[in-house]
């Protein structure tokens, strides 16, 4: 899955703690743009602002962060997976 032409169809939410999500096709929210690579998600937005409701829509800027450590994520855990 590429990650860079997913982020250009996937919403960003910013937990109030700072921690991204994503909003897959599905409605539901993954915290990495993959959502086979997802270990902490939310089934809708709804469910998500009501746990969070300090939570705000990303900009642009979050997007690059975000995206930038999605792909550090994925280059870890090809290392990883390689390892065993």
Known sequence: MDAKNLSNKLELWVASDGWPFFVQPDGSLTDTIDPSKSDLG???????????????????????????????????????????
Do not use: C, M, P
């Open 42 to 84: 939310w089934d809708s937005l709804t469910q998500f602002l009501e746990w969070d409701d300090g939570a705000r829509l990303g900009n642009d800027e979050d997007y690059q962060k975000y995206l930038g450590l999605s792909n550090v994520h994925a280059a870890i855990n090809i290392q990883i997976e390689g390892l065993e």
